[in-house]
């Protein structure tokens, strides 16, 4: 049948082309390549092809990472990058002080309020307080 046909012929096509010669499926596999050149991929915006100048090649997605991912990135990449970018990594670095102090001032206040807010109705609550206070002196 010619539908059959077609499904066999689109899937030796998909299967071949998973395995092109140069594709790179791994990051570790673009360690020391140069990049002879990136491409914009019109089927997902911000997708690209890089092809690299020994003929492999590799397809990323848009560069829309997460937040947390982008610091992650910022860290392993600093010894290669702060070089290049100290002052930019000095603000980074005052702002994730900054961050981790009002981070913590928040917490506090969160404790401080769910012990005002709980004192009234649990009674123990205040010798539970007390003890351990104690434990800690």
Known sequence: MASEDKWKANQAKVAFTKRFPGLLHEWDSLKGKSVETVIGLKSRTGSAVVVFTDGS?????????????????????????EPKHREAYAEHDRLVTKDKAAQKAARLSNILAAIRNNIEQIPELKDKLKALVQEWK
């Not at 090649?57 to 990058?81: I, Q, S």
């Open 57 to 81: 090649f590799t397809v990323v997605p848009p560069p829309a990472a997460e937040p947390y991912e982008l610091a992650e990135a910022l860290a392993a990449a600093r010894p290669y990058l």
